[in-house]
């Protein structure tokens, strides 16, 4: 069985006071600073979720609450001709 080759990451002018909240949660979350560190890339730039469209069902409802549909496509038509 062959072993996986990993990529090493080195980043340049890092903030001192962001390796020092890195390194605190990392101790907080019982991990390595690199184990933290990859663990949050993973969470920001893994998987997308994918959201169903039956998730937007009466989104910006609140938008049309006094307005009357019919007026309203009526007034769109109209300015079509203009």
Not at 49 to 56: G, Q, R, W
Not at 68 to 73: C, G, L, Q
């Amino acid at each position: 069985m062959e072993d996986a080759v990993m990529a090493t990451l080195n980043i340049k002018n890092f903030p001192d006071d962001l390796y020092q909240q890195l390194q605190e949660r990392a101790e907080r979350e019982h991990r390595s600073l690199a184990q933290q560190v990859t663990h949050l890339l993973e969470e920001s730039a893994g998987k997308s979720k994918l959201h169903s469209i039956l998730e937007l069902r009466g989104l910006g409802k609140e938008l049309w609450k006094d307005v009357d549909p019919v007026a309203h496509v009526r007034a769109e038509r109209d300015s079509w001709d203009s």
